[in-house]
C-alpha cells in the first residue's frame, strides 16, 4: 500500500526557516517523481515544487530562490528546504508521487499523508 508520512512543520517567524520531510513506502520511489504541495482552508492544493527521480526540480513562482527540494532515494524521502518563509507560506504541506514528462511533473498518485502545518507568523 502506498503511504506518505509528511514531518517537520511548526510555527516559525518570519524570516525563518523549517526543512520539511516526507517518508515514502509502498512503491518504487526511486523511479517516480514526487511533488511538495500546500493547501489552505477553502482552497486546492496547489504544487509548491517537485522532484524528478533523477534530480530535475520544478518550482511555483512563490517558490522560487526560497524553497529547494531534494531527494534521498536510500532513504525513500524527499526534502522541501523553505527559507525566507512570510505568513503567506502558512499552510498545511503534503507530498504525493508523480511522473516527469517533457522537463514537468505530473501528478498521478491518488495517494496523500496527512500532510504537516506550517505557520508563520508576523
Known amino acids: 500500500q502506498v503511504h506518505f508520512v509528511e514531518s517537520g512543520g511548526g510555527l516559525v517567524q518570519a524570516g525563518g526557516s523549517l526543512r520539511l520531510s516526507c517518508v515514502a513506502s509502498?512503491?518504487?520511489?526511486?523511479?517516480?517523481?514526487i511533488g511538495w504541495y500546500r493547501q489552505t482552508p477553502g482552497n486546492r492544493r496547489a504544487l509548491v515544487a517537485a522532484?524528478?527521480?533523477?534530480?530535475?526540480?520544478q518550482y511555483a513562482d512563490s517558490a522560487k530562490g526560497r524553497f529547494t527540494i531534494s531527494r534521498d532515494n536510500a532513504k525513500q524521502t524527499t526534502y522541501l528546504q523553505m527559507n525566507s518563509l512570510n505568513p503567506e507560506d502558512t499552510a498545511v504541506y503534503s507530498c504525493?508521487?508523480?511522473?516527469?514528462?517533457?522537463?514537468?511533473?505530473?501528478?498521478?498518485?491518488?495517494?496523500w499523508g496527512q500532510g504537516t502545518q506550517v505557520t508563520v507568523s508576523s
Open positions: 509502498g512503491f518504487d520511489f526511486i523511479d517516480n517523481a
Open positions: 522532484v524528478s527521480s533523477s534530480g530535475s526540480t
Open positions: 504525493a508521487g508523480g511522473s516527469w514528462v517533457g522537463g514537468r511533473y505530473l501528478p498521478n498518485s491518488p495517494y
